[in-house]
């Protein structure tokens, strides 16, 4: 006789309700653990409740560009700085333009704020230049080899280890200096070949000795005057770097850099390659060799130009066989080549630490800006208005929410326990998602974020209470509670998914076309109405399967907000059926 019965037990949630509740506990006990063996127990907090550092920055006129502070390049630029800071995990920082030629990045507290802010400083282009001649920071070089090059190659080359071949010092090759100078102001990605000997002595029969009184060419004078400046340059002091800066990409210059923790000092021809022609680059790990290398994706105009530069390097001896990474004037590394690299890719290997590929990849992929920008104001931001803010927000939401509970419990009665309960676990998945995705990505909570929470608290409770209602609307044609249950989920389940997918479009069509602080707002909107889904499926409609089976719930008890009586519920739609009895008798009487 149950055969029938059995065939139409639900399934799910419905027929197995300690599954999906185990589901749900288990869920909830990971996260929990992952938050704090993360270490990571509260969500990060953005800057207007956190404080933290606000840069201005200002956009230079360029020569010969007059019209370059635009509408579309200063956009362009607040992308890449956003792009570059939020590389670096600095989530929830607000790049916006104000007015014409300034750019406001605002840097949360707590989020690697000093390399954020040394990577927003470095606002000018990137160039790939070729090297002419190498020497260690200070005006005199002191003793000792200085640390080798970096090296780069095809990604379909072997990977080398890394020059070894120390860079000669200005005083012990000034002549080979001025030469490799004088062929880079004529033709720097192509200096002429020296001299053979007997040219050499052909030239010496017709030319006045170098001792005799001559006047020099100008190309002759501009390197004598390059390499004099080279020889004085004392890149261990600031302003002298800052004198070598801004030069123009057609020319050569000098330039400063540290490598291997210690400033050297660079003459380097006109770029040969720009660095808005790389399209992508990163630090990864080398398979092969378990060393962090660099690798780089260029356009196809970045890739012509680089096999080009790196064709004509590889013949040249060191430190000419090497090119350099120019950011802001400074050199940021100098790999060497071996052989012209063509393709489209390369990689740079040689020495990188995690974070220094990773920085140098960064500074490769978002370096390129159209425009040159200073530092117009630095300035700390705290938090004493957000947390103001908070607060009152915090207290605003509380008194809503006890008014919610208060609706609940006297409308809903016994009800409201499974709402309440239900939103105790949203709230517990809500927090430790947004902890973890603190310390996972650099999400960091706003004031706008906050009052996604609180609206999305609204959300949450409209989904019970379309079930709740479901439910009643059951019992008031006549049903008894379990089957009032199931039958009210289907068509709870639509309205429920319909709604929160109408708020999760609504929140990722926000995310995607605003930024800063309203993205926060639409990330936390989306998060927690897909958590409503979870919470409604997974905890709710079971815990209910649950309770219909208690007597409190299934017998209609007054304070269990089932009471058939006080919902005006209709007779039985089918009475059951009487058997085994006879019919009553029938009294005639005599008339």
Wanted: aromatic share 6%; proline share 7%.
């Amino acid at each position: 006789m149950a055969a029938p019965n059995k065939g139409r037990r639900p399934t799910g949630a419905q027929g197995r309700p300690g599954r999906a509740l185990a589901i749900i506990l288990i869920a909830m006990v990971a996260l929990t653990a992952g938050m704090f063996l993360s270490k990571q127990t509260t969500p990060r907090l953005g800057i207007d409740l956190a404080g933290g550092t606000s840069i201005t920055l200002k956009a230079k006129s360029e020569p010969g560009k007059p019209d370059a502070i635009n509408e579309t390049n200063m956009n362009t630029a607040v992308g890449i700085i956003e792009r570059r800071v939020n590389g670096l995990g600095v989530s929830e920082a607000e790049v916006q333009t104000q007015g014409k030629d300034h750019i406001i990045v605002n840097i949360p507290k707590g989020m690697n704020e000093k390399q954020a802010r040394e990577q927003v400083g470095t606002t000018a282009q990137l160039y790939f230049r070729p090297v002419i001649a190498f020497a260690d920071g200070a005006p005199a070089a002191p003793e000792g080899t200085p640390s080798p090059a970096p090296s780069a190659s095809g990604s379909g080359a072997p990977k080398a280890e890394g020059s070894t071949s120390p860079t000669p010092s200005p005083s012990s090759s000034a002549t080979s200096q001025g030469r490799a100078l004088s062929e880079a102001l004529k033709a720097p990605n192509a200096p002429s070949p020296s001299p053979t000997a007997s040219e050499s002595k052909k030239a010496d029969d017709k030319a006045p000795s170098p001792s005799a009184s001559t006047t020099p060419g100008p190309d002759e004078a501009a390197a004598a005057d390059l390499q004099a400046k080279f020889a004085k340059l004392d890149c261990t002091d600031e302003a002298q770097r800052a004198a070598v800066k801004g030069a123009k990409p057609e020319e050569p210059t000098l330039a400063c850099g540290q490598r291997g923790g210690t400033w050297g000092k660079w003459v380097l021809g006109p770029a040969g390659v720009e660095g808005k022609n790389v399209k992508s680059a990163k630090g990864v790990i080398d398979p092969q060799s378990g060393q962090w290398i660099v690798t780089m994706d260029f356009n196809d105009k970045g890739s012509d130009d680089f096999a080009k530069v790196t064709g004509e390097l590889a013949a040249k001896q060191p430190p000419q066989n090497q090119f350099a990474i120019v950011l802001d004037g400074e050199v940021v590394s100098d790999p060497s080549v071996s052989t012209a690299i063509t393709g489209g890719n390369a990689q740079i290997s040689g020495g990188f630490t995690q974070q220094s590929a990773q920085d140098l990849g960064n500074m490769l992929s978002y370096g390129a800006l159209p425009l040159s920008f200073s530092e117009d104001s630095v300035t700390t931001v705290t938090a004493a208005l957000g947390g103001e803010q908070l607060r009152a927000g915090l207290i605003a939401g509380a008194i809503g929410l006890l008014l919610v509970v208060i609706y609940l419990l006297v409308y809903y009665r016994g009800l409201a326990f499974v709402a309440i309960v239900s939103l105790m676990v949203s709230a517990v998945l809500t927090y430790t998602i947004m902890a973890l995705l603190g310390k996972g990505i650099g999400f960091a909570l706003n004031l706008p974020a906050v009052c996604g929470a609180i609206v999305a608290i609204g959300i949450t409770a409209d989904s019970f209470i379309v079930y709740f209602e479901r439910i009643r609307d059951e019992i008031r044609e006549g049903r008894t509670l379990r089957p009032a249950v199931e039958r009210a989920w289907p068509r709870a389940r639509r309205t429920i998914l319909v709604s929160d997918f109408v708020s999760f479009l609504a929140a990722a069509v926000l995310f995607i076309v605003t930024v800063g602080k309203v993205q926060g707002f639409a990330f936390t909107l989306g998060l927690t109405t897909l958590l409503d889904v979870v919470v409604v499926f997974l905890f709710t409609k079971p815990i209910m399967t649950l309770l219909a089976r208690t007597t409190f719930f299934a017998s209609g008890h007054p304070w269990s907000g089932l009471d058939p009586k006080r919902l005006g519920a209709k007779p039985p739609l089918r009475r059951s059926r009487r058997t085994g009895s006879a019919p009553a008798p029938v009294d005639v009487k005599e008339a």
